[in-house]
T-cell receptor, first 116, second 111 residues
Framework: GAVVSQHPSRVICKSGTSVKIECRSL??????MFWYRQFPKKSLMLMAT?????????EQGVEKDKFLINHASLTLSTLTVTSAHPEDSSFYIC????????????FGPGTRLTVL | SQQGEEDPQALSIQEGENATMNCSYKTSINNLQWYRQNSGRGLVHLIL?????REKHSGRLRVTLDTSKKSSSLLITASRAADTASYFC???????????FGSGTQLTVLP
């Protein structure tokens, strides 16, 4: 089956630093990747849709200068949390939609970000 | 706002019993999907049901979809302790393949 990886799985950083999270589709090409954020015991909230070779589309209320997304290849999208603050602490999950497939998204295992 | 609302928010049952979770949504959909999430982990895709389907089975899972009521249910039969997890429905509205997740049901299966 299709596998999506995320790196790192956990990261702890100080306030004011930037953190980069990678999302990779390991055995398929993903034209579109999605970034979600999940607070404890809550549902997933879509942050942005990332299309290879073009600018990401951000959901309402998500600061694009705060959460930088780059989808430079068909197998890699990155999310950079810039100038992180404690309120950015969360579980970030990516998913990838295989090129040519319209229904199925494959989810990564998530990245736990803790900002001190 | 979230597309889907799920109930119950939490469900605790004994091993061997059936578990039923419900999902309601607000707008027309292309398909509806159910996912499972173990604590602190990523999502596992369970089953997808298209808008023109009414029922679908996969192993111990049974999903129904009522587009007139904009609702879906997930039934897990003969539950096991390993089924303990959070279960989310997600609607695909058909545009840009974005999924909108429901609020989730935390299922606990007691051994």
């Amino acid at each position: 089956g299709a596998v999506v990886s995320q790196h790192p799985s956990r990261v702890i950083c100080k306030s004011g630093t930037s953190v980069k999270i990678e999302c990779r589709s390991l055995d398929f090409q993903a034209t579109t990747m999605f970034w979600y954020r999940q607070f404890p015991k809550k549902s997933l909230m879509l942050m942005a849709t990332s299309n290879e070779g073009s600018k990401a589309t951000y959901e309402q209320g998500v600061e694009k200068d705060k959460f930088l997304i780059n989808h430079a290849s068909l197998t890699l999208s990155t999310l950079t949390v810039t100038s992180a603050h404690p309120e950015d602490s969360s579980f970030y999950i990516c998913s990838a939609a295989a090129s040519g497939r319209t229904d199925t998204q494959y989810f990564g295992p998530g990245t736990r970000l803790t900002v001190l | 706002s979230q597309q889907g609302e799920e109930d119950p928010q939490a469900l605790s049952i004994q091993e061997g019993e059936n578990a039923t979770m419900n999902c309601s949504y607000k707008t027309s959909i292309n398909n509806l999907q159910w996912y499972r999430q173990n604590s602190g982990r990523g999502l596992v895709h369970l089953i997808l049901i298209r808008s023109n389907e009414r029922e679908k089975h996969s192993g111990r899972l049974r999903v129904t979809l009522d587009t007139s009521k904009k609702s879906s249910s997930l039934l897990i039969t003969a539950s096991r302790a390993a089924d303990t997890a959070s279960y989310f429905c997600a609607t695909d509205l058909g545009s840009a393949r974005q999924l909108t997740f429901g609020s989730g049901t935390q299922l606990t299966v007691l051994p």
